[in-house]
């Protein structure tokens, strides 16, 4: 299967691209000494390289997928997990998962092993989420320290947090997953009621009439388009999965670019 995929990573392959400006961490056995020559400017050579992909899908579990109005956002994370390994492996590819959440849990070398999905799927759906902060930075810096070889990042999580994606996603091909429930992007309203944040614990009383839950449903989007212009700043892909919604569908639709 090496060779199946024609990948879009800076590799050393056969197909030019194009030339860019040198920028730190490149390749200096890439610049173009002419073209440097002419302009006083440093630029490198882009190859389009053609192997077998190492894929590395990482799961993000604070206490917030700790929820869900038809499921667990948890369980919706398992099983994103569980499609995009088992098509990694019948692709012929390399899987390696990770679980963080402000530190990192736990990690499996690159395998072709079937038994490794089954074993990430439980180590996900056992985990106790609750009270478990997240922490991209460490997320980021983690990966981009321990992945020497270019691989394609799956990160699945509900992304209430603004990540920083950018310096990995110079070295790395990285795809962002947000798994959310619908419930808590439109909440109803619920008069008077109290709330514990399972991420950190804390009880929050209030009348949750309907001014105020619009006025949270305003900063969801809010939040989400912030994310979204953070996500296409950096050049990473992504889509949203709701609890209630074919996680299949949605994937094919990222993939084939829809």
């Not at 997928?65 to 012929?92: D, P, W």
């Not at 998962?97 to 490794?116: A, C, G, V």
Request: charged share 30%; net charge neutral; aromatic share 10%.
């Amino acid at each position: 299967m090496v060779g199946n995929n024609p990948s879009i990573f800076q590799g050393e392959g056969y197909d030019f691209i194009e030339l860019r400006e040198y920028m730190p961490g490149d390749d200096i056995r890439h610049i173009d000494w002419n073209i440097t020559a002419k302009l006083q400017k440093p630029f490198i050579k882009i190859f389009r390289e053609e192997r077998e992909l190492n894929v590395v899908i990482v799961s993000v579990l604070n206490g917030s997928v700790h929820f869900g109005s038809k499921k667990f956002k948890q369980e919706s994370i398992a099983e994103v997990a569980a499609l995009l390994s088992y098509s990694t492996l019948k692709n012929g590819d390399l899987l390696s998962s990770y679980i963080f959440t402000d530190e990192m849990i736990s990690s499996s070398k690159p395998s072709k092993k079937l038994h490794q999905i089954q074993k990430s799927v439980e180590d996900i759906l056992s985990f106790d989420a609750i009270n478990k902060k997240v922490d991209f930075k460490v997320i980021a810096d983690t990966l981009f320290k321990r992945l020497k070889r270019k691989s394609v990042i799956l990160v699945i999580g509900d992304y209430f947090e603004i990540p920083d994606f950018r310096l990995l996603a110079r070295k790395h091909e990285v795809l962002s997953i947000i798994v959310r429930d619908r419930l808590e992007e439109n909440p109803p309203a619920m008069g008077f009621a109290s709330l514990v944040d399972p991420e950190s614990g804390a009880v929050l009383e209030g009348d949750f009439n309907s001014s105020s839950v619009k006025a949270y449903s305003k900063k969801v989007q809010a939040h989400d388009h912030i994310l979204y212009d953070s996500l296409r700043k950096d050049q990473i892909r992504f889509c949203k999965i709701y609890t209630d919604s074919l996680a299949g569908v949605e994937l094919r639709r990222l993939f084939e670019g829809r």
